[in-house]
């Protein structure tokens, strides 16, 4: 269980990226008489709000395609959350959850296209997410590229 707590190429990836966050700033609150917690809120979390938004989003990622937690921790078809259950649909095949008016709808329409459906519904949240962390995502572009 620890060992998925924190993942370590995000870890890796905050290490690097307080790395190259100037020492000066820090020596320079603490010449103002600001304390360790007091720069790690005024100073150091806002200037991480990028890679705070990029871990977010790869652990919203890595989190919504798990599909195999679903599968080992739930008995039934019936409980499975949404990526296990539309996993089973579409590699496998286990329509068998659906009832008799899903069996009539699905005769109408081909097999691929309630697939590809599948998949795009699937893919949405994280559509959906993507665009309020994006100018996090833009901000840190500019602010990696601009060197003084």
Known sequence: ?????????????????FRAIPEELEEAAFMDGAGHWNI???IYVPL???S???ICLFALVYHWNSWFDGIILMNKPTQYPLQSYLQTIIIQGDTSVNSTTDWQT????????VKCAQIFLSTLPIVA???FLQR???KGM????VKG
């Open 106 to 113: 699905m005769a109408l329409i081909s097999d691929r296209t």
């Open 136 to 138: 996090y995502f833009v």
């Open 40 to 42: 790690m809120a005024r």
């Open 52 to 54: 705070i938004a990029t």
């Open 1 to 17: 269980m620890l060992p998925g707590a924190v993942p370590v190429f995000s870890v890796v990836l905050m290490l690097n990226f």
């Open 142 to 145: 500019v602010m990696g590229s």
């Open 48 to 50: 991480s709000k990028a």
């Open 129 to 131: 997410a993507y665009p």
